[in-house]
């Protein structure tokens, strides 16, 4: 299988806890997203990367919420001292960058968080 | 704010019937447009793309884009069952990166056999 890869793909936490959700890319993209959807919404942007460097951050990224990319490969979010509000799915998605068609991104299955 | 606004539904269609998904966008400098078909419970696919005005036919898909009026539609011929989903229009804005995507809250899709 050559998508986008996340996991897990579901996690219940407790209030309070860190949760870290990982991504695989596509191979050859260079440009990794982050998004979160929660229900009856549209996925709503939460960061971006090409190759390992974040050049851009939504304010919905709180303190809380930190991404990295380290070799510019996979990618993970993570969310400390979790809240009930951060329940959602957090989408991962990327894009070749590339020609016409390079800022056509591909969504992952999806990590569906449920924080109790 | 930029913003994407659609119909929330749900659009309910006979089996077989054109079922038309409208969109309209603030940013009057946005330059891509997709629409995303997205299963209950799954994450958002792909089903076109479009960058120029006029019309953009895939098989049983035809997307339209009207910039002037800042509007973007899709039309599903000979709707089917399996068509029945969220369909998430998404606007790539001006000044953002590309891929910096903002939806719509999509149009729930519901076709009767």
């Known amino acids: 299988d050559t998508g986008v890869s996340q996991n897990p793909r579901h996690k219940i936490t407790k209030r309070g806890q860190n949760v870290t959700f990982r991504c695989d890319p596509i191979s050859e993209h260079n440009r990794l997203y982050w998004y979160r959807q929660t229900l009856g919404q549209g996925p709503e942007f939460l960061t971006y990367f090409q190759n390992e460097a974040q050049l851009e951050k939504s304010r919905l990224l709180s303190d809380r919420f930190s991404a990295e990319r380290p070799k510019g490969s996979f990618s993970t979010l993570e969310i400390q001292r979790t809240e009930q509000g951060d329940s959602a799915m957090y989408l991962c998605?990327?894009?070749?960058?590339?020609?016409?068609?390079?800022?056509?991104?591909?969504f992952g299955e999806g990590s569906w968080l449920t924080v109790v | 704010q930029k913003e994407v606004e659609q119909n929330s539904g749900p659009l309910s269609v006979p089996e077989g019937a054109i079922a038309s998904l409208n969109c309209t966008y603030s940013?009057?400098?946005?330059?891509?447009f997709f629409w995303y078909r997205q299963y209950s419970g799954k994450s958002p696919e792909l089903i076109m793309s479009?960058?120029?005005?006029g019309d953009k036919e895939d098989g049983r898909f035809t997307a339209q884009l009207n910039k002037a009026s800042q509007y973007v539609s899709l039309l599903i011929r000979d709707s089917q069952p399996s068509d029945s989903a969220t369909y998430l229009c998404a606007v790539s804005p001006r000044g953002g990166s590309q891929g910096n995507l903002i939806f719509g809250k999509g149009t729930k899709l519901s076709v009767k056999p």
């Open positions: 479009i960058y120029s005005n």
């Open positions: 940013d009057r400098g946005s330059q891509s």
């Open positions: 998605a990327s894009s070749s960058g590339g020609g016409s068609s390079g800022n056509t991104i591909y």
